[in-house]
């Protein structure tokens, strides 16, 4: 008696999963990324899908444009200005202007540098404020850079208690955005303000953000920020990082590490360094070109999209995917750790279960791909781009299915790997 | 009468550069290199050429690796190795352990950090010795690192002041093995053992060595080096650099940048910072992992190759080249700067001129590509695996007509590009 009932509810739930994507302006996106048929993908917040131009376009670069162009590409394909070209692009993400973005380095680089390029100017000594729990590269290279200067200080506090430590007195706040396991996302507009009232500098680490949430810098009278080009930005493995300098900041701060390209004349081979004008003097080495263009690439397929639209689609697809993992997949050992509300989270959801990593080693041996943080949390990533209501739909059931039956408790399901 | 005196003349030259080429044991090297049909590349010192084998492994990479395999590549196709397995390849090819180098960052990141790593062991105050008129970013880098310590001062020196500069009292030297623009060469044992005497630390720029000088850092008892990826390792444009710890200096020295990928369990999330053994350690965020395949591919065309047969190969060529833009350029204005003596110089010539921009943009256009360096040095790169002694003969016999005809004087080659 019940299999029929429960076979008519399942194909209730995929026609309504296939009814919300119908509905959804979106949706075509999708057919500009190359995901294989076989994985429901839900990892672009950890590495964006590759989206289906990425191979001709790196292909371009090697074969044409290094191989037979060789050093003239320098000039006659702009490489030199790539840096600055792809700032522009994701400054439009990110409601900066054009030449207060440039692409460098990894986001730990640039939170260096921007971190060591504000104690320069507070002085001897000076208090940083960052959150304990936070994304670790965050807390690692701010108490580093820290550790350089006697004087200077890192207040390492709970979520709970930021808001708090934000006082006078304070030189510096370093803070993710959205949260990488749980996604709860600060309100950039009030802690910035906050901030500033406290006399401080704000720095946002944007890499759950951008690409993902509309975001209004200058609006918020942001200062710094940094973020990641391979998650929402789908620019590939370890693509290149990039770096805000609000306009006002950017002939006060310095770069702390004076390389060539961050040379307001790098061809001049001077003896002494000039620092470049704006953001452009953080750079600092040569850009790792192939890597560059396959962010570019990423970057652009945002063209025609607003981060607006595609923040509210992710944002019914996390509230759809909330809604039925508790309905389907209720008494099975989940529990939510991701904010309810739209406004207070970023665009992935996170479950907590003991036994995270075999069930999430089990979802992916049935092509249904998330990530596990240590300890215990399930991470799903909703990127607006090309995930669809009936791709959760399917998760969902994979999900219920390898919790029901225990299929997560093979031998082989427990075994670690390098990278978790 | 002339005439046909000459064309004999010229005859007899090709035969007899073709008849060093049929000697050279490394000539079918250069089948391994896709390098157009109608350029001579002399700029390898600059921009490597492509191995033939690039654009297949970068498509691998794109398509199936990140297409496909998302995610799960990181293990399953060991990109999380990639800074280390490169950085064992490179060490073969300058004389270190393999878990001596890793591969990261830029060559000015890698500076930076390695400069600050003996700050902090040297204490409050110091001396760094550097070369003046050196490439820029060496003293750049070092000079903005000494400014965030009030107690460090940078002692920039011509080069025949630098071995008297290196006595009791210096920290740390910081010297490029090879002159980018001369090609001289500092004697890397001897100047090794001078600082060393002095109780110095010497830090060296290997950038127009790696994979051009036959090195033995270890034999050389060396500390620390860093060097570039995209000159004879064959990386590709702003491919990343690697960086060399000596093993008795790996538990004594620390990263300044303490990212996430230099933590000894990057994937457990600690909230303290606990640093990896040895030179990974001076990783610091995710590796761009296109680019880093590239420079894979790069490095492991010296596969088979010993450096030393390699530098061979080059200090003939360069002796050729010597001997014949002075035979057949002889008055028409160019002057060596290049040490004659092949252990004094590294594997480029290069020749002053006072119009050497426009005779260079007149070159290129015939095909003949080398480069710049202001303010009037005309430089010609000359990688053994995939330059022969004809490319050398029919370069001199463009430069000798470049400069004859007085070509150069055209108005389209004065005209000034971003990279020059």
Known sequence: VTRPRRRGQESAGLAAARALDAEDPLR???ARFALPADVIYLDGESLGAMPAATPGRVSAVTTHEWGEDLIRSWNTHDWIAAPSRLGAKIARLIGARPDEVVVADSTSVNLYKLIRAVMAVRGRKGVVVAEAGDFPTDAYVAAGALSQAAGWRLDLRPRA???????????????????????????LVAVTRKAHEAGAIA????????????LDLDGANADLAVGCGYKYLNGGPGAPAFLFVAERWREKLSSPING??????PFAFAQDYAPADGAMRFLCGTPPILSMAALEVGVDQFDG?????????????ADYLIFD???????????????????????HVSFTHPDAWP????????????????????????PALYVSFEDLWRAVGVLGDVLRT?????PRFHARRRVT
């Open 28 to 30: 075509s996106l999708r």
């Open 161 to 187: 208690e930021i808001a708090e430590a934000i006082r006078p007195g304070v030189d510096l706040l370093v803070l993710s955005h959205v949260h990488y396991k749980t996604a709860a996302r600060h309100d």
């Open 203 to 214: 720095l946002w680490d944007l890499s759950h953000s951008a690409g993902a949430i509309a």
């Open 260 to 265: 060539w390209m961050g040379h307001a004349a």
């Open 305 to 317: 999209v607003e981060v607006n639209a595609a923040e509210q689609k992710s944002q019914r697809l």
């Open 325 to 347: 993992v508790e309905a389907r997949c209720a008494g099975l050992g989940l529990q939510l750790i991701t904010p309810r509300r739209p406004a207070e989270r970023g665009c």
């Open 359 to 382: 069930v999430m080693q089990a979802l992916i041996e049935r092509g249904v791909i998330g990530d596990m943080r240590a300890p215990d949390v399930l991470r799903f990533g909703l």
């Open 406 to 410: 225990g299929a997560w408790n093979a």
